[in-house]
């Protein structure tokens, strides 16, 4: 089957990405386990690629002379380029009609996508109940040697899984994906940081804002993303949103989480449940913070001109009551500045207001101004609000 054959060529570049890594591990620490493995996974690896090689000279025999001359400088099994549809510009696969290939290989690796991101996502959520776990319950040099090496693990299956994304979105777009779409955005490790939802917040969390990784949310009028499987591949091709639209947090998560315990299923999905919602609240706190320093915010702005405008009618009041002539212009000059502070902050009301849902309009009571503001505001991202 063609989705098959291309599906195994993904795989098989995920597996050299794999391959990379464990080489480049081997070199910084040099150890005979880590080199052996290297040779093991590399002999599998050769195998898994020369079975693939021939189903690709009857699938495509077109890109057989440029498979070849690849060869030809004998790269390591890790660097050897496979020739998918990716691997062409959009007027070579045309030439060399792999269009119907490259439409399989887009809904593949979106698929594969969504799954690097719920993957990225598991990493990052080990990697907090590990660090909290080594601070609360490690003592002494073994426990803590133990569990340096369990957060290294998963440290750098996190950095791997943001290589295979990057490298999968790169794909994407070489097939004709938008370049600046919001559904795949680039992925780095500051875009993974989340809150804790185990310890205690800490001083300065709330002026860190959390990484895109956690604003990827589902749509509920959108199908759900498809789960990548070597039997069922995708039939859906992804339609893009303007919105972070992009994944369902409960499909296709496949927890490892054996450093933590042995979890059965029902305890790892309570677990994360309870991760996500502890997550949830405390961001609809902060948000909710954040909004109360608005609206406090408005009220000061709505009181200053209030105040600067009383002081400008009570210094005019004055100059009409008085006979001197000096004491007169003083107070027009008194009123005049009052008015033009008046001025000035309602034309910094009037800028800070622009980005807005909807504006307060001058003497309008200001109840009822809030209250359609959360409306607007909140209204679009909660709907039953």
């Known amino acids: ?133 080594k601070r609360r319950n490690c003592k002494g040099v073994d426990q803590n040697t133990r569990a340096n090496a369990q957060i290294t693990r998963v440290t750098a299956e996190r950095a791997l899984w943001i290589r295979h994304y990057n490298s999968n979105r790169e794909a994407l777009i070489k097939l004709g994906f938008s370049q600046t779409a919001r559904s795949f955005p680039s992925l780095t490790v500051n875009d993974t940081h989340r809150h804790s939802t185990i310890g205690k917040r800490a001083l300065g969390d709330s002026r860190r804002t959390e990484g895109p990784l956690w604003s990827l949310h589902p749509s509920s009028s959108q199908p759900r993303p498809p789960s990548v499987s070597p039997s069922v591949p995708p039939t859906a091709h992804h339609i893009d949103s303007p919105a972070f639209d992009v994944v369902d947090l409960e499909d296709g998560w496949i927890w490892k989480l054996g450093t933590i315990g042995n979890l059965s299923e029902v305890e790892i999905a309570s677990w994360e449940g309870e991760g996500d919602r502890v997550h949830w609240f405390r961001a609809e706190a902060e948000m909710e913070r954040w909004r109360e320093q608005w609206e406090i915010k408005l009220v000061e702005f709505l009181r200053c001109i209030r105040s600067f405008t009383k002081m400008s009618d009570v210094w005019k009041t004055l100059s009409d009551r008085t ?40 003497g309008e009571d200001l109840v009822r101004y809030i209250t359609r503001h959360r409306e607007l505001e909140i209204g679009s991202v909660h709907p039953n609000y």
Do not use: C
């Open 1 to 133: 089957d063609v989705a098959e054959f291309v599906y195994e060529g993904l795989q098989i570049q995920m597996a050299q990405r794999d391959l990379d890594a464990a080489v480049i591990a081997a070199k910084a620490h040099s150890t005979s386990t880590a080199e052996k493995e290297v040779v093991a996974e590399t002999r599998a690896l050769e195998k898994r690629l020369e079975g693939w090689r021939l189903l690709q000279r009857s699938i495509t025999p077109q890109v057989s002379s440029d498979v070849g001359l690849e060869l030809a400088d004998k790269p390591s099994v890790y660097r050897q380029k496979l020739y998918l549809p990716s691997d062409y510009t959009a007027d070579h696969r045309a030439s060399l009609n792999l269009n119907d290939l490259a439409s399989d290989e887009s809904q593949l690796r979106e698929g594969l996508a969504f799954d690097a991101i719920t993957s990225i996502q598991q990493r990052v959520k080990a990697l907090d109940a590990l660090l909290v776990n």
């Open 323 to 362: 006979s001197d002539m000096s004491y007169a212009i003083y107070a027009n000059k008194k009123s005049a500045m009052y008015m033009q502070m008046a001025g000035d902050v309602k034309a910094s009301l009037k800028s800070l207001q622009s980005d807005e849902p909807t504006t307060y309009i001058d």
